[in-house]
């Protein structure tokens, strides 16, 4: 197939979406990039990739984050993380408290706020003083790429305006599922939030999952091909908050987005993708970046379904 | 691959959990079935099939049958139809109000009660009179099998005790998003689930959504390939109500689930599968059938994922 | 303290409310009534009244039935009464299914629907077949009228109509707090709905309760001081659904509307009120009823507080 | 009547309940006081006054802190405050942050946490750094006593633990409607509920809600009469968290509880009273105390219904 000549037309057709959707405004350091662009990034198995725009860009990778983390915390704790934290789709907003109150604090999976905050604590746990560049580190690994690093001023942004997450963390401290003190996790969440990669980083980085848990340009074993299918399992699930069910129907394969604009998606045994496109949909993510791949599937009929 | 062996390795692995779960007990038709039973039926595009159990043996398809009513509905209505029930998990229990009192009497998905039940509604609009007629020789056609029918005392049974469901449809009336007379509906909804069929009637009757919407057996077109997969994404999303997310990470294929112990599973391009056992867990959906479609990924690598 | 020249300026200053509010327009039968009525009633313990506006014209009582019928049950049951229906405000609009399904079937107090509900099933399993006949004779004896009946065009477009009371009560049944046929219930609890009283009439009716159990015309007593205390503080924190507690700041007596458009209050020790408007606030209440009540209390320092 | 040997038979009476309930364990410092102390406090209009138990012993207040504040928040901003708080019960328990996400930030009443602590703020933008000395000189003045102070040792407690608190006050924030800095914020709200009095303190501090605005003891205006019948028709409805109603129906009179142990209530036109117990009821109220106060008002029949 001409992967290339597939983006191609993938960016004409997008062309009548960029008046809709808004830019993330929640802090001031996301409301200010440029609204109009778009790029996309395909990385295959033998490391021949494709791309259309500025592919080598880099911007605020966000939620993207906790596909990560949750991948480390899953590989240290294996079953054990289960009882702190689900793997089912909330039917709530990426950042509600409603379920946390009704749950005694154990948030629905951990690719809501909640979730990953909860997975936060628990790699603080393990790494203490040192979490953050343990998950760095870990990003640095499976992207093959040791430029990568977070962004002072968002982090900042983050600390400042983060009240809802303020509120998350406090809540579920109140229920005893937070164990270390809060300043140290939410500052290891805000700072894994606020790193910045371009969609060719990107979706290198998302390999190992599209190779059951190998990185195929390194043949490292980065997770079990048991728990890789998992996390690709909970991004089709739960990838996309509450528009979850919306992007597996139109799209059809795993991914997770990132309110800075960044979706990530893999084909198993063939591929992954970055799209970056910072316009959101009224559920958080990127709307170009979801008609773009739910134009790739139908395109290319590498839906997993 | 050798699947009866595997499906014999299955059975024996399942054995330690016959006394978990409990049969399904809000109607007597149902609480009276022998709740030690279980059988398993594979179906492959070339027509021959595997089987451990009485997989010619008759059950009560209940939410099963969901998936049949709404690829009838989809096929008629096309996009009109998600006007009128989502494609989202509802991340609440299958039988819940709470979410259609919140947004306005439309339902998250087709695959929970209230969804079906707008499906049926659906239905009722088109073909009026012969509705239920019209379901039972879809799933004749599809299954290719014209001795299927459904259970005049199971019907009978929910008739006289669902009151849940009376209350989902005087719900969504008042909503407006029920367009028929309510009795013509439920009592549509209600044969439905009554309709008795076997592990291998089920397992060839899923053979066309696992074949991009052609039934491999006979070559006909029952849906386009779009649709198909549509179908198959909701039901990996919102197949197994509040515990679609955990099928999705344990078993990882599309599935739809029904209280009467049932469940259908398929593998895209490869074959269709049927697991049948009565007692349930807390969601509702068959305790060892689940078990055993977990132990049939790993043990095969098909997941798709 | 010169009421009649009280209701006069009262009268005179809701007239710019008279564009505001939206008579109930959930059955054609309530819709149709000329909206811009006002009428009030005032009944004091030695038979003197005061009245303004065409305070013998009936209207549909609705809601306010729920007071007589709640008195019966109570009288009746006694504390036992509670174990089948709450007495805390809800906090949810009057025809909330939400709090039932969190709550197994139980509603927080007899004056939302639900809870009205309940209470019509309580007089069911003792009055059989004379259920409403009994209701309608408790009425005529409170209120020492015996031309008191129901309107059967409102009761049949009740029945026609009412699907969230029949999502209401087969919500309930199907947490087993309905003992009683569906049909016996729901028809007992629309005729009840269905009478038709005037001002000047249910003034009359509510002088028991503010007489702590007995009527003052006529010496009977119809329930327990204790009892009549009870019913009052249920007026107070749950007689105008979800909001009593506006009801209760601004005006400070006990009180129940319906979506008629009466609202009943009671003066503890001095003295009944009723006042009629048919045009609501969003939250079903007469808009100035409500008004009108406030005004009067202001203008009397008659507030319980 | 005999209001000593009343207070006496009541002391006698609720004997039998000193093993039920539970003393606040969510901070150390409540946790360790004696649960099986009772007093109880009546202070009349002329200075009379009775008592039974330890009436000069100090215990934490904590939620009694809300009506001091919101009479203060009252009379500085009129209506406008109705804007940032409502007045109805809110039908979930004190701490419950589920209804500020569906009605974006604005809690239901000022008694609820959620509710006090925008109260608090709104005090914050008044009086800046002297915010909670300005408090506790309002409290002075209105139970004519200079030596009332706050215990460091709670205050801490609460600083170190709250985290729900500080889960309540971020998602308000998240909402704008915190205006200050929450940490100003927060620390006049935990201080303000670590006040200690006594309960002849404290019934003294109610006076002037019962007699209208105006402090019987020393002639002062405290507030106006409307102001005052509206705290009070308050205090009724949403005084005792999710059993307000419960409180209403079974003693009849405007009050308020505090997790310390403690409930204010006051007879409107004759008298204030103060029962301190601290073993707790499920909703967080004097289990004690609330029975004491019912066998008050069916002894005296004072209740306002």
């Not at 983060?162 to 969440?189: E, P, Q, W």
Request: charged share 20%.
């Amino acid at each position: 197939m001409n992967y290339q000549s597939i983006l191609e037309e993938i960016e004409s057709e997008i062309q009548p979406l960029f008046n809709e959707g808004k830019v993330a405004s929640y802090i001031p350091a996301l409301a200010n990039v440029n609204p109009n662009q778009f790029s996309m990034s395909i990385q295959m198995f033998d490391g021949t990739s494709f791309g259309i725009g500025e592919v080598n860009k880099k911007f605020s990778i966000q939620s993207i984050s906790k596909v990560f983390t949750f991948t480390l915390a899953l590989n240290h704790y294996g079953k054990e993380l289960y009882k702190r934290v689900g793997h089912e789709p909330s039917g709530n907003p990426f950042n509600s408290l409603v379920q946390l109150e009704y749950e005694n604090g154990i948030p629905r999976n951990p690719f809501i706020n909640a979730g990953a905050i909860v997975t936060a604590d628990s790699l603080v746990s393990i790494y203490k003083d040192s979490s953050f560049k343990n998950i760095l580190n870990f990003i640095k690994k499976v992207s093959n790429d040791e430029t990568i690093t977070y962004d002072e001023e968002i982090f900042n942004s983050e600390l400042e305006h983060g009240f809802r997450n303020y509120a998350l963390i406090n809540m579920i401290k109140s229920f005893g599922n937070i164990h270390n003190n809060i300043d140290d996790v939410i500052k290891t969440y805000f700072k894994q939030c606020s790193i910045m990669m371009s969609p060719a980083q990107l979706a290198k980085s998302m390999l190992f999952l599209a190779n059951h848990g190998e990185n195929p340009l390194t043949n490292e074993c980065i997770i079990t091909e048991s728990k890789a299918k998992r996390i690709n399992s909970l991004m089709l699930t739960c990838g996309h908050y509450d528009a979850s069910g919306d992007f597996a129907y139109k799209v059809g394969l795993p991914g997770k987005s990132g309110v800075g604009g960044g979706i990530v998606a893999i084909v198993p045994k063939k591929m992954a993708i970055c799209v970056y496109s910072p316009r959101l949909n009224t559920q958080g993510n990127s709307l170009i970046g979801t008609k773009a791949l739910e134009l790739f599937t139908t395109k290319t009929g590498l839906s997993i379904f």
